[in-house]
């Protein structure tokens, strides 16, 4: 998973696999991508510090899914 937060347009993506994907507007400013089969691939949310509690919320939301990745990737299997 990887979390990236764009500060010059609001908007905070989710990344769940990088692959191909088909977007859907599920709500104004909000997008879901999903893969061939149909399976949740990102999210994209436009106005994020607005709609998430303010942008100290999604810094530290961002900070978060970027430490949580990192774990994954060290952690063993």
């Known amino acids: 998973m990887k979390i990236a937060y764009d500060r010059d347009v609001d908007a905070i993506t ?36 607005k709609r998430l509690g303010g942008e100290d919320v999604v810094t530290k939301a961002t900070a978060f899914g970027i430490l949580m990745t990192q774990g994954a990737e060290t952690s063993p299997r």
């Open 14 to 49: 989710i990344t769940f696999r990088e692959t191909t994907v088909t977007t859907e507007e599920i709500d104004e400013g909000i997008f879901f991508d999903y893969d061939r089969e149909g399976r949740l691939a990102g999210i994209e949310i436009l106005d994020a510090s």
